[in-house]
């Protein structure tokens, strides 16, 4: 039986959460904080415009970074400029590619041209574990190795 590639629906998580981009990065911070998640839509005027990861924001708290001042920075001077888009029908090999490609470690998922989620590295790898272990599954208690 032959299986089809899975699409991105799946494997996305679905985004409750964003931040605009005139919010000071400690926001975002304490939102990745209290939801336990990395990643961030950037909303500008009701469009999402970019994403916003922890690291990111770490690396703009280095000391020497150039935008390190007594000013708090907002989410919109340090995130990228812009966001990778995928549909939730995309095949997920395609959009693995273009991540790999592209150095992403998030980009957006829409459906039918709306926000649907987030597709991030951490979804990939949890994918990877769940076919992983469809391919190759633990042996019975009764089955010898």
Request: proline share 7%; aromatic share 4%; with cysteine.
């Amino acid at each position: 039986m032959q299986k089809h590639m899975p699409q991105l629906l799946p494997a996305m998580t679905p985004f409750p959460y964003h931040i605009e981009a005139d919010q000071g990065i400690e926001a975002a911070l304490q939102l990745m904080n209290t939801h336990s998640i990395r990643h961030l839509p950037v909303m500008i005027d009701d469009n999402i415009e970019s994403i916003i990861s922890d690291r990111d924001i770490k690396r703009a708290q280095l000391i020497g970074h150039r935008g390190s001042s007594d000013d708090e920075l907002l989410v919109g001077d340090i995130c990228p400029a812009s966001a990778y888009f995928a549909d939730v029908y995309d095949p997920l090999d395609q959009v693995l590619e273009v991540m790999i490609e592209r150095r992403l470690d998030a980009i957006i998922v829409l459906k039918d041209g709306a926000p649907a989620g987030i597709f991030t590295d951490t979804d990939a790898c949890r994918t990877l574990v769940a076919l992983l272990r469809e391919l190759h599954p633990e042996p019975e208690d009764d089955e010898v190795a």
